[in-house]
């Protein structure tokens, strides 16, 4: 499964960052596959392991702000490995293949 997430701290001005960080942080130290841009941060594994690690990105934010926005999406698709890579280089495979009418 493939979950991607965005926590946002409220009540502590326009500069989010540092909290936001936080909330990377503990996904990187899951030892999760992820992949963070802009807007959202994506972590691939069990039901379980992906939810647990939401719940501590989400819980180190709550630490310091006192309200917290979590947006969730998730892909559960038993079976598949490596999500967060083959479905970028399927895109990807029909970008560099011939244009469509």
Known sequence: MIVAFSVTPLG?????GEYVADAVRVVRESGLPHRTDAMFTSVEGEW????????????????RAPRVSLVLKADIRPG?????????ATVERHLSGPERS
């Open 80 to 88: 598949v490995e490596d999500g967060l890579h083959s479905k970028v």
């Open 48 to 63: 379980e392991e992906c939810m647990a690690v939401v719940r501590a990105a989400v819980a180190a934010v709550e630490a």
């Open 12 to 16: 502590v001005g326009e500069d989010v």
